[in-house]
């Protein structure tokens, strides 16, 4: 093993990999925001992506039961068998996709998913793929193992997702695999099936590796949800409870894995989280009911709808709106038009009308300093409140 001199660390021993790692820029929109609420001003909150709504009822109640029954000691590290079956089954019942429960992997959130398949896979060096603008835990996950997350520019033009083109391009002799999100976060566009297809099938030719995070999959409007599930090749995808079932600090997702690396997933899970959270885990088994699922059937009509209001309503303000998202509960706008860059936009926007929103800058470097995310996890009186404050501040501005 290669050892490092010792002599050039900082006093507190943080590791490079540590020191590395970014904060996210929404967290001064956040301070400042709650700064201006203690003073009484309210705040339309639009940076936060969660969902509004709660864990739907016949999942608490099932949390409480098993809390009440005493079921809160450990699982075992892949997750309670009947939740893997009753994850499996979702796939077949949704997508009439035959899943072996035996590949489903129960973890912390889709976090705990990714933690572990990059501690699978990544070797120092090894270099990932991620969209640029996407999700910053990508570049972080990646660089908290040693390797080297390498960007992939995408623009409104491939509706902010990779092309076949983009990855052969970016492709290179360290390039271990390729990370993407559908629906994705910042901008709640879907990559269609036929590129994802194409993607795959190139990943697969070079005996790679392709992570599909579809953490917002069935928040999908004006279409039936899909997954990458099926594709060619060493695939893994990452899901959760967080988004489309509401249950975001219940810390419960999952990872669905070639069947060879669900072994060596499993050492790693057990050292490294022993297991997920049991009493959130009895709960999710009430996920699938279709008594929830009806509830959240009616959350995602919701979303539609606030949709369906926000993305005409940032236009008519002077926002750009160049993707018209359709998945997930995000809307990424362009506020080139401004003279301020989106950062500074934000700020404003929050100082004088009182609207958080988070700038482009948390998803990357890819022309981030024009745009801005906003969240649709508020109710519609709140948006249309919203809606009024931007419209204002824009007017003021041009
Ligand atoms: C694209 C994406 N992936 C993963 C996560 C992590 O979610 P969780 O760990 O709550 O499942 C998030 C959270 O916002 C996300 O937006």
């Not at 009484?40 to 709660?54: A, K």
């Not at 499996?88 to 572990?116: D, F, M, N, P, Q």
């Not at 570049?139 to 992939?152: K, L, S």
């Amino acid at each position: 093993m290669r050892m490092h001199a010792l002599g050039a660390r900082s006093p507190l021993l943080t590791a490079q990999r540590a020191a590395d790692i970014q904060p996210f820029e929404v967290m001064e929109v956040l301070s400042r925001a709650h700064a201006l609420e203690a003073q009484g001003r309210h705040v339309i909150h639009m940076e936060i992506g969660e969902p509004d709504f709660t864990a739907p009822e016949p999942v608490v109640e099932a949390g409480v039961q098993a809390l009440r029954d005493g079921r809160t000691a450990y699982t075992p590290a892949l997750g309670l068998p009947a939740l893997r079956e009753a994850i499996a089954e979702h796939y077949a019942r949704c997508y009439g996709i035959k899943l072996s429960a035996s590949r489903v992997a129960v973890t912390a959130g889709a976090s705990g998913a990714l933690l572990l398949l990059l501690a699978l896979h990544v070797n120092p060096g090894d270099e990932i793929l991620v969209p640029d603008p996407g999700y910053p835990g990508y570049r972080q996950f990646v660089r908290a193992f040693e390797g080297a997350p390498r960007a992939i520019a995408v623009g409104a033009e491939s509706g902010f997702q990779p092309t076949l083109e983009a990855v052969q391009h970016a492709w290179g002799e360290h390039t271990l695999g390729l990370l993407l999100g559908s629906p994705s976060n910042p901008s709640g566009t879907i990559l269609p099936a036929g590129e994802l297809e194409r993607i795959a099938g190139f990943v697969a030719q070079r005996d790679r590796l392709l992570i599909v995070d579809e953490i917002y999959q069935g928040l999908v409007y004006g279409q039936a949800p899909s997954t990458a599930l099926g594709l060619p090749g060493n695939v893994a995808l990452v899901n959760s409870f967080s988004k489309y079932f509401c249950m975001t600090g219940w810390r419960l997702g999952w990872a669905v894995l070639p069947e060879a690396s669900v072994r060596t997933f499993e050492k790693l899970a057990q050292h490294l989280f022993i297991c997920a959270p049991a009493a959130a885990q009895y709960a999710a088994l009430a996920a699938f009911r279709p008594e929830t699922i009806d509830i959240l059937e009616a959350r995602r009509r919701e979303f539609e709808r606030r949709r369906d209001f926000i993305v005409p309503a940032l236009a008519r303000a002077g926002l750009t709106v160049p993707v018209r998202p359709n998945g997930a509960f995000y809307v990424y706008a362009d506020c080139s038009g401004f003279r301020l860059d989106s950062k500074r936009f934000a700020l404003e926007l929050l100082e004088r009308e009182g609207v958080a929103a988070t700038p482009g800058a948390d998803f990357g470097a890819n022309e981030t300093g024009r745009y801005l995310r906003f969240a649709y996890t508020r109710g519609l009186g709140d948006l249309q409140e919203a809606a009024r404050r931007i419209a204002r501040f824009c007017e003021a501005l041009a």
